[in-house]
């Protein structure tokens, strides 16, 4: 069973381009969510997704962008890339219907994709 | 407003030692909590989740966590460290939202876990 796949894993840009990134979820998951690691530091939300609508968001700025597409898979776009968005941005996908006590265990994880601006 | 603090960014313990990595939050409503173990250049992994059943609660790996309401404290502990823990460690808080799905996650700045031989 295929976990979280995240594609590109490396990528590099240069200040005031634009970039996306794309998360395909775990198989049975229908909710995606996007994180930003920044170097030395814990993920921070950037927004939820389920039933290509935005159902939770973040403190980022509207630079920060998302999609998903009926297959659920999901891309992030950043546009007017600055130094300050090089970091690890992580995909993680989770069923929406149950809590967490129901025997989900709620997020899985992909490996992420390093953004690296410069 | 939900925040977690890890106290510690480093930890170093001998192999066959007790490994302790502290987790405090903070949560207006009952919360939910989490540790995520991060080996380097990978995602994060489950390793246990509090879900307000038993408070000890057991993961992967050997590891265990004690939710403490009255010291708002989600510790991480494994008897004997095993040079394969180290990696970073992060603690993490959520909320139910929308009428039991689940909130997104608020996490900690992690500690990085190292194991001397």
């Known amino acids: 069973d295929a976990g979280v796949t995240q594609s590109p894993t490396h990528l590099i840009k240069t200040r005031g381009q634009q970039v996306t990134l794309r998360c395909s979820p775990k198989?049975?998951?229908?909710?995606v969510s996007w994180y930003q690691q920044a170097l030395g530091q814990g993920p921070q939300f950037i927004f939820q997704?389920?039933?290509?609508?935005e159902r939770q968001r973040g403190n980022f700025p509207d630079r920060f962008s998302g999609h998903q597409f009926p297959n659920y898979s999901s891309e992030l776009n950043v546009n007017a890339l600055l130094l300050g968005d090089s970091a690890l941005y992580l995909c993680a996908s989770s069923p929406l219907v149950g809590t967490w006590g129901q025997g989900n265990d709620g997020y899985t994880f992909g490996s992420g994709t390093r953004l690296t601006v410069v | 407003a939900q925040s977690v603090t890890q106290l510690g960014s480093h930890v170093s313990v001998s192999e066959g030692a007790l490994v302790l990595l502290r987790c405090n939050y903070s949560s207006s409503v009952p919360p939910y909590l989490f540790w995520y173990v991060q080996y380097p250049n990978q995602g994060l992994q489950l390793l246990l989740k509090y879900t307000s059943a038993a408070t000890l609660v057991k993961g992967i790996n050997g590891f265990e966590a004690e939710f403490k309401k009255s010291e708002t404290s989600f510790h991480l502990t494994k008897p004997s460290a095993h040079m394969s823990d180290a990696a970073e460690y992060f603690c993490a808080v959520s909320e139910e939202v929308y009428g039991g799905s689940q909130g997104n996650l608020i996490f900690g700045k992690g500690t990085k876990l190292s194991v001397k031989p």
């Open positions: 997704y389920y039933e290509e609508e």
């Open positions: 198989s049975g998951h229908d909710t």
